[in-house]
């Protein structure tokens, strides 16, 4: 009997992979698709989960209607995580775009997060390198509760993580906006809140960056005028991919 082929790296760091999408998206769908192929997945796979964002109709005090969507999905996502019992979780924004020369790093780093405890990862290391610690032998940075990143393209979580914070942002969500107990935000922000209130917490960040932002046309910020005209917008998109090659 042929020897069962083990599990895509990804898989021995995290329980479950959780990629948040808007149904009318279908373009980052089939891009998102393309990028976890390059690391022996796809939305196909039975531990990767395709999870409907969260499409508001008004801010309610968020940045952006967009924003108020963002913040609603990753906590879905988190209460999904512990109604489920998933230990571990990735969870992928839909425009999440791998580095170049990821692959190779990858069963390096994942022994590395299966030896020690972590509460969140990031897939970079923010963009504040003058007070941004270096990384280690493994390339992960111990990130200092006061030092805030942005971007929550690629997020791995824990389930006691994700059970202690996710009612502390359904407590934002019922807050007034610039509550000084914290309110609506974006909720890359919201995190990096309760960081700084909870210094116990173990966050880590990956670095060199093993993930980025493909170039997209936005689902949080309101469309620029040329990604509302059907022609320019594909245009446009065409354009981003050349960029990013």
């Given at each position: 009997?042929?020897?069962?082929?083990?599990?895509?790296?990804?898989?021995?760091?995290?329980?479950?992979?959780?990629?948040?999408?808007?149904?009318?998206?279908?373009?980052?769908?089939?891009?998102?698709?393309?990028?976890?192929?390059?690391?022996?997945?796809?939305?196909?796979?039975?531990?990767?989960?395709?999870?409907?964002?969260?499409?508001?109709?008004?801010?309610?005090?968020?940045?952006?209607?967009?924003?108020?969507?963002?913040?609603?999905?990753?906590?879905?996502?988190?209460?999904?995580?512990?109604?489920?019992?998933?230990?571990?979780?990735?969870?992928?924004?839909?425009?999440?775009?791998?580095?170049?020369?990821?692959?190779?790093?990858?069963?390096?780093?994942?022994?590395?997060l299966n030896a020690r405890d972590w509460?969140?990862?990031?897939?970079?290391?923010?963009?504040?390198?003058?007070?941004?610690?270096?990384?280690?032998?493994?390339?992960?940075?111990?990130?200092?509760?006061?030092?805030?990143?942005?971007?929550?393209?690629?997020?791995?979580?824990?389930?006691?993580?994700?059970?202690?914070?996710?009612?502390?942002?359904?407590?934002?969500?019922?807050?007034?906006?610039?509550?000084?107990?914290?309110?609506?935000?974006?909720?890359?922000?919201?995190?990096?809140?309760?960081?700084?209130?909870?210094?116990?917490?173990?966050?880590l960040a990956i670095d060199p960056q093993?993930?980025?932002?493909?170039?997209?046309?936005?689902?949080?910020?309101?469309?620029?005028?040329?990604?509302?005209?059907?022609?320019?917008?594909?245009?446009?998109?065409?354009?981003?991919?050349?960029?990013?090659?």
């Amino acid at each position: 009997m042929p020897a069962k082929s083990p599990d895509p790296d990804l898989l021995q760091a995290f329980t479950r992979i959780v990629v948040i999408n808007l149904r009318e998206r279908a373009d980052r769908r089939r891009e998102i698709d393309s990028e976890l192929r390059r690391a022996g997945l796809s939305l196909d796979h039975p531990r990767v989960e395709l999870f409907a964002a969260t499409r508001p109709d008004h801010a309610a005090g968020f940045p952006s209607i967009g924003a108020h969507g963002a913040f609603l999905s990753h906590l879905r996502v988190m209460e999904r995580m512990v109604d489920q019992g998933w230990e571990t979780a990735l969870v992928l924004e839909d425009d999440m775009a791998f580095a170049a020369g990821f692959a190779p790093r990858l069963p390096a780093l994942v022994r590395a997060l299966n030896a020690r405890d972590w509460h969140l990862v990031y897939g970079h290391p923010g963009d504040m390198p003058e007070r941004t610690p270096a990384a280690d032998a493994d390339g992960l940075i111990a990130l200092p509760p006061d030092l805030g990143l942005i971007q929550l393209h690629f997020l791995g979580l824990t389930r006691s993580f994700a059970q202690s914070v996710a009612p502390e942002l359904r407590a934002m969500l019922a807050r007034p906006e610039g509550s000084p107990l914290g309110g609506p935000m974006h909720v890359d922000g919201a995190l990096n809140w309760i960081r700084k209130q909870r210094p116990a917490l173990i966050a880590l960040a990956i670095d060199p960056q093993i993930a980025q932002q493909r170039a997209s046309r936005s689902d949080i910020a309101p469309p620029r005028w040329y990604d509302r005209l059907p022609l320019l917008r594909r245009v446009t998109a065409l354009l981003r991919k050349l960029r990013q090659a």
